[in-house]
């Protein structure tokens, strides 16, 4: 008999929809921090990096400490 090792559906939908949910949170805080205007002038590269590398802590400092509120945001 050949068995094959294969995993079930749910466990490969699991998967896709957190990835497709990590991909988001990081293209949302790239855009977030590429439209923001910004003080100084490395800051949108550092707050990139930060997003990139660090990839669930990173769009969390951002949306937590980073971006402006959205009272700041609409003027």
Do not use: E, N, Q
């Not at 068995?3 to 990590?22: K, M, Q």
């Not at 949302?28 to 921090?33: D, F, K, P, Q, T």
């Amino acid at each position: 008999m050949d068995h094959t090792a294969t995993l079930p559906l749910s466990f490969d939908i699991r998967v896709t929809v957190i990835v497709l949910v990590y991909v988001g949170l990081i293209v949302a805080a790239l855009v977030s921090i590429f439209r923001t205007r910004h003080d100084r002038v490395g800051s949108k590269f550092w707050w990139s990096a930060l997003v990139v590398v660090l990839p669930v802590i990173g769009p969390a400092a951002w949306f937590l400490f980073g971006a402006p509120p959205l009272r700041r945001r609409a003027r």
